[in-house]
Every structure is written in C-alpha cells, then in structure tokens.
Nanobody
C-alpha cells in the first residue's frame, strides 16, 4: 500500500508550493514504476508524472513540466511530488500509484486502472 500525506496544508495560494509524499509498504519499491495522478471534479484522471522502472526516466505531462518535480527515495520507500508555481487549475485530488509495468507502457496505453497500487487521494486546492 501507499500511505500518503502532504507537507503543509492542502490549500495554497496561486504561485505557492506544496509537497506531497507517499510511503510504500507491502511491496518491493524498487521493482515498480511510480506515477503521480490527479483528478479534478468533473474531469478525467490525468497522469502528471512517472518514474519508470525500466531506466529511471521521469516523465511529465506538459501542463506541469517545469513546475512539478517527482522524486523517489528508495532508502525510505517514499516518493515525492514537489509542486511549485501552483495555479488554480492545479486544484484536484492527487494520487500516487505504482506498477510493475514501465512508465512507457502506461504513457502509451493509459489503462491506469490496471496499476497495482494506489495511494489515497490528497486534496490540493489552489486559490487565486
């Protein structure tokens, strides 16, 4: 499972920063690709980043590229999403996920429901 939390409150002003973390337990962290997702009300779930277990390449969707950074700390079995320069449109519930398939696979096929492990969603609200 993933046990997830945020550093600081879930409400932040536009332009601010927030860090989310998920700690993995019950599976071998190093074997898994790690993805971050978000879903805003009435919108489809969006994959925003993925650290691939194939070669460690980190992918970002264009809407967050240059603002968000995903990282992993294998010693702590923890993954992070650093969110900077937040915009109101970043308001969503954020999730971490892990899967034995590569990020490249999910980038292509986008069958995210098949991913092996999901953390509980964390609400992030960005005010104007």
């Amino acid at each position: 499972r993933f046990s997830c939390r945020r550093l600081g409150g879930g409400l932040v002003q536009a332009g601010g920063s927030l860090r989310l973390s998920c700690a993995a337990s019950g599976f071998t962290f190093d074997d898994y690709s790690i993805g971050w997702f978000r879903q805003a009300p009435g919108k489809e779930r969006e994959g925003i980043s993925c650290i691939s277990n194939s070669d460690g390449t980190t992918y970002y969707t264009d809407s967050v590229k240059g603002r968000f950074a995903a990282a992993s700390d294998n010693a702590k079995n923890t993954v992070y999403l650093q969110m900077n320069s937040l915009k109101p449109e970043d308001t969503a519930v954020y999730y971490c996920a892990a899967d034995l398939a590569t990020c490249e696979y999910y980038n292509k096929y986008k069958d995210y429901d098949a991913m092996d492990y999901w953390g509980k969603g964390t609400q992030v609200t960005v005010s104007s």
